[in-house]
């Protein structure tokens, strides 16, 4: 194999058939390569007389070839709830790693600590991933303040312009348009949305404008009165669908801004003595397994983890390598169930 130019350690893995990480760790001498695969890559390396740069030998020793994922608890008064939807992303974070030859670190935080600063400095990972929802505005000065410390990071969430660091998202305005479009042609004209719809949760708010769009593009007004705010909970999800309940405002539909509002919404629904969906039509947004299961099915929105996972990954692994990284907005799609079908 004939190469024009210096070599790489980009070119050993594709003549090894290894990944660029597995390559790191060989040269490195990490105990984690078995020891077929290192002299396969030593053999490689020889035969595209590849050498060792000092200086890029102590940038690979500063490497721990270990990714860390902070998870971010959602605010739960007995602090044990943690939404089915990030379960699956943690699944196809922690698969896409070990694709990749990385390890994965896992760490519960709270919002309230200094984990941006706890993490820069330990050196426990390569780069960060950030996963879990919250008050996106009280810790938007932590994101910029890794960004200021050069720690490579991604995170799961709305792609805002100007926003410190890349985020990976999904397309939380066209699922807010498409489960409204749905329901108007359903027949519905008096849809309810629950979830909080302000800066604080920009992607609650995104869909919650992707729904107040598709209505105002079939003419239906958008009645503020129809909108009430809720956390990601099932508990949450049946508070607000009592208080729109008591309020006597009229409605045929709710469009809830995740899954387990939704099912709350559900319980709420029934024990008021509506039914679902002959009385109210129900939609959701995740589309998390328990979601096939509820009674009726749940209409909702599918986000993709496994590509969600993928893409976290790569963008980290491309940050450290230090190459040039967009956020991206990933596509989303309806999911049809019963319980939307009046």
């Not at 605010?75 to 196809?92: C, K, V, Y």
């Not at 708010?205 to 007004?221: I, K, N, P």
Request: proline share 3%; hydrophobic share 40%.
């Amino acid at each position: 194999m004939q190469m024009k130019g210096k070599s790489t350690s980009i070119d050993i893995a594709h003549l090894a058939g290894v990944s660029q990480a597995t390559v790191s760790r060989a040269l490195r001498g990490s105990p984690l390569v078995n020891e077929e695969t290192r002299r396969r890559i030593e053999a490689a390396a020889e035969q595209l007389n590849y050498k060792l740069d000092k200086n890029a030998s102590n940038l690979r020793r500063m490497h721990t070839g270990t990714l860390a994922l902070l998870f971010f608890e959602d605010p739960t008064a007995d602090e044990s709830h943690i939404n089915p939807f990030f379960l699956s992303m943690l699944g196809s974070i922690t698969r896409a790693c070990a694709l990749q030859g990385y390890d994965l670190l896992i760490s519960f935080q709270q919002f309230s600590r200094d984990w941006h600063a706890d993490f820069a400095d330990s050196k426990k990972a390569d780069g960060l991933i950030l996963l879990g929802y919250g008050d996106y505005l009280a810790y938007t000065d932590k994101l910029e303040k890794l960004v200021a410390q050069g720690t490579r990071f991604v995170r799961w969430g709305a792609v805002l312009p100007d926003q410190p660091g890349v985020s990976i998202g999904c397309d939380n305005f066209r699922g807010g348009q498409d489960v409204a479009e749905h329901l108007l042609e359903r027949g519905c004209r008096r849809i309810a949305f629950l979830g909080d719809a302000s800066s604080h949760y920009p992607e609650f708010f995104a869909r919650y404008r992707g729904y107040a769009d598709a209505l105002q593009q079939a003419g239906v007004e958008v009645d503020p009165a129809l909108q009430e705010n809720a956390e990601s909970t099932e508990r949450s999800g049946y508070e607000a669908m009592r208080a729109l309940i008591m309020r006597e405002t009229g409605f045929d539909a709710v469009f809830a801004a995740s899954d387990l509002i939704a099912i709350g919404a559900m319980h709420a629904l029934s024990d008021h003595g509506l039914r679902v969906p002959q009385d109210v039509a129900l939609a959701g947004f995740d589309d998390i397994a328990m979601a096939s299961f509820v009674n009726p099915p749940l209409t909702t929105i599918l986000q993709d983890t496994r590509q969600a996972g993928e893409t976290l990954v790569d963008s980290l692994l491309s940050l450290i390598r230090g190459e040039s990284v967009e956020s991206e907005v990933l596509p989303v799609k309806l999911m049809v169930r019963r319980s939307s079908l009046r």
